[in-house]
């Protein structure tokens, strides 16, 4: 049967993900050295696991508030108000991060609105824009990947609705500078833009404090999750907090959607808030050093402040056919075409064994050699 003309014209402007097109290779190949995996290599702590387990055991398996049970969500909203003094803010419990951003996308952006982000970016954010019927525009920030706010300033037409920063972002681990997210959250205020801040790499910050744009305007949201700091990415737990009146409509969505985020990973999100990750960060740090000492001198990239990612220029070809002799290298790392419009990059994630890593470090160097 011809099924074509059942499907909307929004599910055909979303294209499948490059990302899980390597993870389908990856199940092909034969103890491949998998670099493209842009989750935690690390099992989520026992005494998450624990909290899940007993949450199941006594009976916590129905449905919850749509904005999210009072413990987890005091707990965190107590945190946010200790970093911002913002009276209006408010806090939703999502079904991760990325329905967090859903959310926020369908509660603000209308068909024909623009939404500004940094190319490269996260694979999703072009889909969830279009989803919503908004055209996304794309700020090039190659070669340094930093955000320079007259860039974002100057890509911003009376259409734009919102500008959607990511910090430390994926794919190129990069930092936004204070002075930009300040002067980004000025411009946005004073042009009615929406700033969305996603903080979901937040704890991977190796060189620099963490910051945020809320500090520099109270209008902003923030999204933020549990899934990339305790290696519990398939729970699916995340929040937002911004201004009330955002989040509420942002709770009626859910409550058509998703429902609620799953009963039982919410307490566990309780735990985790009690769970130390700074031996983590330690770790990821060493690994990207490790990573950065073996690859210097064949490759030109800019060292990442965070997040746990190296975005490499390829040496030769465009970005898509060095990954493709890679691949027949049994090495896996993903190219910049899926993040970016240009196709010259590639991304390597270093969220993996030691050994694994070293294994990528010969390949790649035998590949830059070529």
Known sequence: MNVSHWISDRSKAVEMSGI???FELARSLRDPVNLSIGQPHFDVPESIKAAAKAAIDSGKNGYTVTQGIPEL???LLNDVRKSFDHPDRDLLITSGTSGGLMLAILATVNPGDEVVAADPYFVMYPNMVALAGGTFVGVDTAPSFRIDPNQFLAACTPRTKMILLCSPANPTGAIVEPEAMKAIAEFARNRGILVVSDEIYKAFHYDSAVRS???FDDSVLVIEGFGKTYGM???RL??????????DEMMKLQQSTFVCAPSMVQWAGLAACEYDVTGIVTDYKRKRDLLIAGLNGYYEF???GGAF???????WGTGTEFVTEGVKRNLLVIPGAVFSRSDTHFRISYAAKDETLERGI???RGLAAR
């Open 20 to 22: 899980r097109k390597v």
């Open 73 to 75: 969500r005091d707990r």
């Open 213 to 215: 744009p809320a500090e």
């Open 233 to 235: 990415t398939g729970w």
């Open 238 to 247: 995340g929040y937002a907090h911004g201004p009330k009146a955002l989040i």
């Open 302 to 304: 800019e060292v990442p």
């Open 309 to 315: 990612y190296l975005y490499p220029k390829a040496p």
């Open 362 to 364: 010969d390949i790649l």
